[in-house]
């Protein structure tokens, strides 16, 4: 057929067709697939995929891309990033969905970070982490030995585990390496706090003392309890030192000077802790900046307020039953906004600013649960087999590590959390060093740490 002929018939062909019905055309159709030979099949399928596969991520405008990506979750976009290098730009460039995937999964986030890149990677990271929790194979284990009798006092700051034995020694240890970084010569240590310079010590000797890493010579020696003193917390900026003992009271001291400023009493059991803290709230009785110290014992939880004023009164008493029915654990979380504190029927929570309980998290499946750390996405507890992380958002337990035979100690010094800056979130750079630490009964101390990523 000439070319003028075949163009008049395809005239012709084509407006009977548009007149046909749908029904009709898909009839038409099949009758010329049926006639077509092996060259015309080849050439309807080229040109069918080109006709029916429309890329709407190259057609659509970024945004609107971005709004539909919202709708994924994050392993089915990670399966689309595999259909075509252009897909895996646009996916990996849509900020706003990995950093809610990385949020979803606990993960702090800095909205600063501008590379559109930067946050597909930190989903990898994250969703590697988590998987390990999952699978419970976050941790490694390591020991540090150098004590020849009990270790009772532990106290963790910056890489370093300081360490205070019935051997009358206290060291201080480098966890990323185990070496031990100075050793010197003290009393029995029930508790133990230091920074650069110093090291101060409670005594089951009933006494307090101030040591220079440096030289080991005692600078200070502070004097009065009748009972072994359980608790230290000092604050350089207000030269004040805190104590809390088995004679049911708290002492506060001059730092410096080594006198006693003040006697707070009121207790009726040992003070096992006491911890100051900057407030972060204001409420009637106190303001953000206001030195505060809490000391609790087996059943309350004291509130005082420190500062230049020394002879304080006590703001507030918190318990969990008027009948003294329920037991506290030793261990107390104070961040300057909340306090936290385990009992027998779980985690206790209450707001700083009206010290009302904001919420009771209750683990009946496990008892005993011991509070170790707190944050505002993580808790880690314990018990007498496993270390467990807590996802405080669904009050689950998302992972756990066994632990050893250990020493428990019903006053708490013998075991403490590590790192702390990952209970509020990870990053993928607080997910490293010291995780738990505790006193065994060889006189050695065994420590939980955070497995590389690899």
């Not at 963790?156 to 010197?184: E, N």
């Not at 709230?281 to 059943?299: E, F, M, N, R």
Request: some cysteine; glycine content about 6%.
């Amino acid at each position: 057929m000439e070319r003028k002929d075949f163009e008049t018939w395809l005239d012709n062909i084509s407006v009977t067709f548009l007149s046909l019905t749908d029904l009709q055309k898909n009839e038409t159709l099949d009758h010329l697939i049926s006639l077509s030979g092996a060259v015309q099949l080849r050439h309807l399928s080229n040109n069918l995929e080109t006709l029916l596969k429309r890329d709407f991520l190259k057609l659509l405008p970024l945004e609107l891309s971005f709004y539909l990506l919202k709708w994924l979750d994050p392993q089915t976009l990670l399966t689309c990033c595999l259909v075509s290098k252009q897909w895996n730009k646009v996916i990996s460039a849509c900020t706003e969905v990995w950093q809610t995937a990385c949020k979803n999964l606990g993960w702090q986030i800095d909205d600063s970070v501008q590379d559109a890149l930067h946050w597909k990677k930190v989903y990898l990271k994250a969703i590697l982490r988590m998987k390990q929790l999952e699978d419970h194979e976050a941790f490694e284990t390591s020991s540090l030995i150098g004590h020849s009798a009990r270790v009772y006092a532990l106290y963790y700051k910056d890489g370093l585990l300081c360490t205070g034995s019935d051997d009358l020694s206290a060291k201080l240890w480098d966890v990323s390496t185990g070496q031990c970084v100075y050793g010197i010569q003290t009393h029995t240590c029930a508790a133990v706090k230091f920074d650069e310079q110093k090291l101060v010590t409670g005594s089951f000797d009933n006494t307090v003392a101030c040591w220079e890493w440096s030289s080991g010579a005692r600078t200070q020696h502070f004097r009065g309890h009748t009972g072994a003193v359980f608790s230290v917390d000092y604050n350089d900026e207000l030269d004040i030192l805190v104590s809390g003992s088995a004679d049911f009271t708290v002492k506060v001291w001059a730092l410096s000077a080594g006198t006693c400023l003040n006697t707070l009493t009121g207790h009726t059991e040992w003070v096992t802790k006491v911890v100051l803290q900057k407030c972060k709230v204001k409420s009637l009785l106190h303001s953000p900046g206001d030195h505060i110290l809490l000391s609790a014992d087996k059943y309350e939880i004291k509130i005082w307020p420190i500062g230049r004023e020394i002879n304080c009164k006590c703001l507030k008493t918190l318990s969990v039953s008027e009948d003294r029915s329920i037991c506290l654990q030793p261990r107390l979380h104070f961040d300057g906004k909340y306090i936290v504190c385990s009992s027998a029927l779980g985690l206790y929570q209450w707001d700083f600013a009206s010290y009302d309980i904001l919420r009771v998290i209750k683990t009946p499946e496990i008892a005993n649960l011991a509070l170790l750390g707190f944050g505002d996405i993580f808790a880690l507890l314990f018990d007498n087999r496993y270390l467990y992380i807590m996802d405080l958002r669904t009050e689950s337990l998302i992972s756990r590590w066994p632990l050893p035979e250990y020493r428990k100690s019903k006053r708490g010094s013998s075991f403490l959390a590590g790192e702390a800056s990952w209970l509020n979130g990870l990053d993928g750079h607080n997910d490293t060093g010291l995780v738990f630490a505790t006193s065994m009964p060889d006189h050695s101390i065994h420590l939980v740490l955070w497995k590389e990523h690899g």
